[in-house]
């Protein structure tokens, strides 16, 4: 329990303090963000706001988890686990293709950087290797980091396997990264408004403290009952979740309204990638949609506009939105509400999803269900 409360704290203090010095470093080299022409002209005024805070939250979680893994190796001897690695770096490198993308934007001088197509082939890169690594590493019990089912609870059978080792590895891998590309892009069209993507993040990322633990706890290694868990690492899991969420606690300190820096796509995409390792690796992906409602909300209220305008121009109607604006945020925005109140409510509605996940999860155990 030290060890979390380490990873908690370690991360606040370090994102709190850094993100700081951080804001002072861009501001001086004036690596401020550009808005986007068509956006909400209220937006105006955060022309200059210096981005790329992600930094700060990437580096209080790598420095969180750290500080948990030296206390557990100092008190016992235990070193730092595989699944913990993996989702660390794909967490980094997902921030790295942001942090190119935001350079580009400042560089350029304009909201867009990296082409579409130079994300995909850089996201589909990451993608497949982490795939890939997701089902090595065995343990004593066999057990690796990833899956090779869909799980919601835990895994559905039958698994990608069954259908042989190519066509099943080609699948699973083209399965991992459809889950890297929702949750990166769903997380980076939430982070719009001020404390939006991170306070969500925050409820995204604690149930996975308490549903890593209780996995932990009821380990098949160390419960031998039928509603074990085949989860390989779930301790190290908490750890990387608590740290995440220490470290866009204190990130939000800044990047609340009127927000003080942003954590640009370096941040986003980040995150993004840490929620999918996460729930890939805890076995509940499915699940991880509920938890995680409001990104998804996002997204899909973004493809519904996109798809909806490009429908009525093919069939030549009159072109129409359903929403006044996408993501769904600014939608509310155009209706009156104000920026505070979209975010808080949004934080609401985040909130009791997240708590509907944990109490599904926590229910499926009571009930004794094992899917």
């Known amino acids: 329990m030290i060890a979390l409360i380490l990873a908690v704290g370690v991360g606040l203090i370090t994102s709190l303090l850094f993100t700081r010095a951080l804001i002072w470093i861009l501001t001086k080299r004036q690596m401020g963000q550009f808005i986007r022409q068509d956006g909400p002209r209220s937006h105006i005024t955060k022309r200059g706001t210096p981005t790329m805070g992600g930094i700060a939250i990437i580096f209080a979680t790598i420095l969180g988890y750290s500080a948990a893994a030296g206390w557990m190796f100092y008190y016992s001897g235990r070193t730092p686990r595989i699944s913990s690695i993996l989702a660390l770096l794909l967490m980094v490198l997902m921030g790295m293709i942001g942090f190119l993308d935001d350079f580009a934007k400042i560089r350029k001088e304009q909201s867009l950087g990296l082409t579409p197509i130079a994300k995909v082939i ?49 699948i699973f891998v083209i399965w991992i990264n459809l889950i890297i590309t929702a949750w990166t892009n769903s997380v980076n069209l939430t982070d719009g408004l001020d404390g939006l993507a991170s306070g969500i993040s925050i409820f ?7 549903i890593c633990f209780w996995q932990f706890l009821h380990s098949c290694q160390i419960d031998s009952s039928s509603l074990c868990y ?15 969420t220490g470290a866009c606690f204190g990130f939000l300190w800044w990047n609340a309204s009127p927000a003080q820096i942003f954590m640009g796509d ?37 493809v ?36 505070t109140n979209v975010v808080i409510r949004f934080w609401i509605i985040s909130a009791l999803l997240a708590s509907l996940g944990m109490a599904i999860f926590y229910l499926s155990w009571v009930q004794g269900v094992t899917f």
């Not at 069954?162 to 099943?168: D, F, R, S």
């Not at 989860?231 to 750890?239: M, T, Y």
């Not at 069939?315 to 006044?324: A, E, I, L, S, T």
Request: hydrophobic content about 50%.
């Open 122 to 170: 850089l996201q589909t890169v990451v993608g497949v290797l982490f795939a890939v690594l997701l089902i090595n590493f065995p343990n004593e019990d066999g057990l690796t980091p990833g899956s090779m089912a869909i799980s919601f609870l835990g895994d559905f059978t039958p698994s990608f396997a069954t259908l042989g080792v190519v066509v099943g590895i080609i």
């Open 204 to 210: 995204s990322f604690a149930p996975y403290i308490i």
């Open 230 to 244: 085949n989860v390989r690492d779930p301790w190290d899991l908490c750890l990387v979740a608590g740290a995440i």
């Open 266 to 302: 370096t941040g986003s995409l980040a995150l993004g990638g840490a929620f999918a390792a996460i729930s890939i690796m805890t076995h509940t992906e499915l699940l991880a949609i509920l938890i995680g409602g409001v990104f998804v909300m996002e997204c899909i209220s973004d």
């Open 304 to 339: 519904i506009q996109v798809g909806f305008f490009k429908l009525s121009r093919r069939k030549g109607w009159k072109r129409r939105r359903v929403f006044k604006m996408a993501p769904i945020h600014h939608h509310f925005e155009l209706l009156g509400w104000s920026e």
